[in-house]
């Protein structure tokens, strides 16, 4: 299983040295039809994330967050601006851009009557991934997440903590260079929490971009090398922990974000 320091720090050290970002997000705007004319879910996000980089997109509930990653995915068309993956537009070359990014869910399922293995193979399939290539890349993510003992058994009936294994492993199949991460603790006790800090590290040891979209805003300042800050569609505050915490004259994130918002405006 992946194993990286088993005491992480504070806050994640990261030095992005590439010019070129993997993530290039500009002046994303998403807006739906309401009852009242227009909702604006999203108003004018940008962002960079470059490789070995881990980029914390947090908020609360119904900041825009998700909205902004189905934008990055292509499940939604943005309203306007441009969102480039691995040097793919989005607009342009949506499938490119699809098996450039890997997406890790707390929602995401598993097919019960399938073995670890078959789904593995089958996710590689879609992705066009040769079957040589597949399978090796099937053991070597059987050891790194602990897959040995049930790796052909149907995942019926398999534990919260097995089922979240095979998920993190499925997301690499295709070796992307950018994963995309939606509130991927909800619902974990701390064991299942602790695998997603290691699943984390691993990635940025490997050079992967990251996007860790959360609202639980101290895991993500033991995770994150960068911040975006989001409320009401807008990126209000953006930078590393240090820069942030100058800037601010606060020490969390949790007491940055509550002093961007007005007062009352978090009540149900």
């Given amino acids: 299983m992946i194993s990286p320091d088993p005491s992480p720090p504070a806050a994640a050290s990261c030095s992005a040295e590439t010019a070129r970002p993997a993530v290039d997000v500009r002046d994303l705007v998403k807006e739906f039809p309401s009852a009242s004319g227009t909702l604006l879910a999203v108003n004018g996000v940008s962002m960079q994330v470059y490789p070995g980089e881990v980029y914390g997109l947090l908020g609360a509930n119904g900041a825009g967050k998700t909205t902004t990653l189905r934008m990055m995915l292509g499940l939604q068309r943005p309203?306007?601006?441009?969102?480039?993956?691995?040097?793919?537009?989005?607009?342009?070359q949506p499938l490119e851009i699809k098996r450039s990014v890997s997406l890790v869910s707390s929602s995401s399922g598993l097919y019960q009557w399938l073995t670890p293995r078959e789904i593995m193979l089958y996710l590689a399939d879609l992705y066009d991934v040769p079957a040589e290539q597949a399978a090796a890349r099937v053991e070597l993510l059987a050891d790194l997440f602990d897959l040995r003992s049930f790796l052909d058994r149907r995942c019926a009936g398999m534990?919260?903590?097995?089922?979240?294994?095979?998920?993190?492993?499925?997301?690499l199949m295709h070796d992307p260079p950018v994963v995309l991460m939606d509130e991927p603790t909800r619902g974990l006790d701390i064991v299942g929490s602790r695998r997603i800090f290691e699943y984390t590290a691993h990635l940025r040891q490997q050079g992967k971009a990251v996007i860790f979209?959360?609202?639980?805003?101290?895991?993500?300042?033991?995770?994150?090398?960068?911040?975006g800050l989001m409320f009401r569609g807008q990126l209000r505050l953006e930078g590393t922990l240090?820069?942030?915490?100058?800037?601010?004259?606060?020490?969390?994130?949790?007491?940055?974000?509550?002093?961007?918002?007005?007062?009352?405006?978090?009540?149900s």
Avoid: W
């Fill in 242 to 267: 240090e820069d942030l915490q100058q800037r601010t004259g606060r020490d969390h994130l949790t007491d940055m974000f509550l002093d961007l918002v007005p007062a009352g405006a978090l009540q």
């Fill in 213 to 227: 979209c959360t609202h639980r805003l101290d895991e993500a300042q033991r995770l994150c090398c960068r911040f």
């Fill in 159 to 171: 534990s919260t903590g097995q089922q979240q294994r095979i998920n993190l492993a499925r997301s």
């Fill in 79 to 92: 309203t306007s601006g441009t969102v480039c993956i691995a040097g793919y537009d989005a607009a342009t």
